[in-house]
């Protein structure tokens, strides 16, 4: 969970703009909590865009407008059915809260790959924390190439492989600190976690093209 200071605040055509202190993680199409603005502002939103210019209103049609001569560094917009507000500061600072969590793969998915039984609840908890690691870890890697996918489901069956392969590495290093743990008379086992088959399968990091 990531917490942002909110400066500024306007709403416009039924669309709100808040400006946060410091550059963000969010996406477009991803949920955020608004706090400490105004009622008109507050609660859970869906993020619409992310404009690089002041927004100044809707077409005819509905489309975003933006004054193209007048770049505004982090930006968040988001639907909501009010009347217009102008442009404000924010004071005392208003937060947005931004909480991402990706559930695509489980543990027993890692497990059946691994085509493993586990042994105790602490094997479990271990794979589960793999799992999850892996998720975010391969959300956050294909989101820094541009791709928007969803935190509840895979985008395809190639990245719910590449998800899985990776947690499955991760479990696989338990208890070392670079490698698979392997017997001193074997000799080292030269392993990488983001192996080229698990980029190749995530997609990464070539970015992603409309």
């Known amino acids: 969970m990531a917490t942002y200071k909110i400066t500024f605040a306007s709403l416009?055509?039924?669309?709100?703009?808040?400006?946060?202190?410091?550059?963000?993680?969010?996406?477009?199409?991803q949920g955020i909590i608004v706090g400490n603005v105004s009622a008109t502002f507050n609660g859970v939103q869906t993020v619409y865009a992310i404009p690089q210019y002041r927004y100044i209103g809707t077409d005819?049609?509905?489309?975003?407008?933006?004054?193209?001569?007048?770049?505004?560094?982090?930006?968040v917009l988001y639907?909501?059915?009010?009347d217009d507000v102008t442009r404000y500061a924010v004071i005392p600072q208003g937060s947005l809260v931004y909480t991402q969590t990706c559930t695509w793969i489980t543990g027993p998915n890692v497990a059946t790959w691994l085509g493993i039984d586990l042994a105790g609840v602490d094997?479990?908890?271990?794979?589960?924390?793999?799992?999850?690691?892996?998720?975010?870890?391969?959300?956050?890697?294909?989101?820094?190439?541009?791709?928007t996918d969803a935190?509840?489901?895979?985008?395809?069956?190639?990245?719910?492989?590449?998800?899985t392969?990776?947690?499955?590495?991760?479990?696989?290093?338990?208890?070392?600190?670079?490698d698979f743990a392997s017997f001193d008379q074997m000799g080292a086992i030269s392993t990488t976690g983001l192996t080229p088959m698990i980029k190749q399968l995530a997609g990464i990091p070539r970015p992603a093209v409309a």
């Open 151 to 163: 935190l509840g489901t895979s985008p395809n069956a190639q990245v719910t492989l590449a998800t």
């Open 60 to 75: 005819s049609d509905g489309d975003l407008l933006y004054d193209f001569n007048e770049p505004v560094a982090n930006q």
């Open 12 to 29: 416009l055509d039924d669309y709100a703009v808040v400006e946060t202190l410091t550059p963000t993680d969010v996406a477009v199409g």
């Open 123 to 147: 094997e479990t908890a271990f794979l589960t924390q793999c799992a999850s690691a892996s998720n975010n870890f391969i959300y956050l890697r294909r989101q820094e190439s541009g791709y």
């Open 165 to 178: 392969m990776y947690a499955g590495q991760l479990y696989r290093q338990r208890g070392a600190v670079n």
């Open 79 to 82: 639907y909501i059915e009010a």
